[in-house]
């Protein structure tokens, strides 16, 4: 017997649903044929320079001025997966997530990066690649939404880290704005220890128009900006 109409559209929706349970949290705004991108395998055997942890918390600083040379891919796919890199078989990640919800999207606005075209990527940690978001060099247009503070102009690459609230929020009802809080500042601390280890050099950015800013970046509804992080080899 062939099921009425909305009886298989319900059966298409709910296969639909159990798939996107199976697969963890769907992209915002992913174009379902996106271009994609796959990063260099991150490396676990210390940085550059070999420091130990305790190195790179004594040596860590914002830093604001940059050389003019360009970011070695290489070195952006270890600062995306020090953010928010899957570390385990059920897709733990190196920043630790309150219920493990994983409500943290990472962007990167690469402007001066080896190899990459400028463009806007959205960062999949699943498969450690980048998706392609939108093509051209919006760093000025991203240090105009932040209050004009030109070193954000003046970084070869940004990383973007925003969320989506209502992953915590399903859980955590009101107290989900404070776990996602501290978890933009897990991740952002292992992208400031992680630069240092490799001679890098990044500042947490919070000021900036929030409206503004989604837009220029062309964000998915859902995603909130909350911390942008320059990032570059330091002038000095």
Do not use: C
């Given at each position: 017997?062939?099921?009425?109409?909305?009886?298989?559209?319900?059966?298409?929706?709910?296969?639909?649903?159990?798939a996107?349970?199976?697969?963890?949290?769907?992209?915002?705004?992913?174009?379902?044929?996106?271009?994609t991108?796959?990063?260099?395998?991150?490396?676990?055997e210390?940085?550059?320079?070999?420091?130990?942890?305790?190195?790179?918390?004594?040596?860590?600083?914002?830093?604001?001025?940059?050389?003019?040379?360009?970011?070695?891919?290489?070195?952006?796919?270890?600062?995306?997966?020090?953010?928010?890199?899957?570390?385990?078989s059920?897709?733990?990640?190196?920043?630790?997530?309150?219920?493990?919800?994983?409500?943290?999207?990472?962007?990167?606005?690469?402007?001066?990066?080896?190899?990459?075209?400028?463009?806007?990527?959205?960062?999949?940690?699943?498969?450690?690649?980048?998706?392609?978001?939108?093509r051209?060099?919006?760093?000025?247009?991203?240090?105009?939404?932040?209050?004009?503070?030109?070193?954000?102009?003046?970084?070869?690459?940004?990383?973007?880290?925003?969320?989506?609230?209502?992953?915590?929020?399903?859980?955590?009802?009101?107290?989900?704005?404070?776990?996602?809080?501290?978890?933009?500042?897990?991740?952002?601390?292992?992208?400031?220890?992680?630069?240092?280890?490799?001679?890098?050099?990044?500042?947490?950015?919070?000021?900036?128009?929030?409206?503004?800013?989604?837009?220029?970046?062309?964000?998915?509804?859902?995603?909130?900006?909350?911390?942008?992080?320059?990032?570059?080899?330091?002038?000095?």
């Amino acid at each position: 017997m062939t099921p009425s109409r909305p009886i298989a559209a319900f059966l298409l929706l709910l296969l639909a649903a159990t798939a996107h349970g199976r697969g963890g949290h769907s992209a915002p705004g992913r174009a379902r044929h996106a271009e994609t991108r796959a990063l260099p395998e991150p490396s676990r055997e210390g940085g550059e320079r070999g420091l130990a942890v305790e190195d790179a918390l004594a040596r860590r600083r914002s830093v604001r001025e940059f050389a003019g040379d360009a970011l070695p891919v290489a070195a952006l796919s270890q600062l995306l997966w020090a953010a928010q890199g899957i570390t385990g078989s059920r897709g733990r990640r190196t920043a630790p997530s309150a219920g493990a919800l994983y409500p943290l999207e990472l962007y990167v606005v690469a402007g001066s990066v080896a190899g990459l075209p400028a463009g806007v990527y959205r960062y999949e940690p699943r498969g450690h690649e980048l998706v392609a978001h939108s093509r051209g060099d919006l760093r000025q247009a991203l240090a105009g939404s932040a209050l004009k503070q030109d070193w954000v102009a003046r970084a070869p690459a940004v990383l973007v880290i925003g969320a989506v609230h209502a992953r915590s929020a399903r859980k955590y009802g009101k107290r989900a704005p404070r776990y996602v809080h501290m978890e933009v500042g897990h991740a952002a601390q292992n992208v400031y220890l992680q630069a240092v280890a490799l001679g890098l050099g990044t500042v947490a950015v919070g000021a900036f128009r929030d409206g503004r800013l989604h837009g220029e970046l062309g964000l998915p509804e859902e995603v909130a900006p909350l911390l942008l992080m320059p990032v570059g080899i330091p002038a000095s």
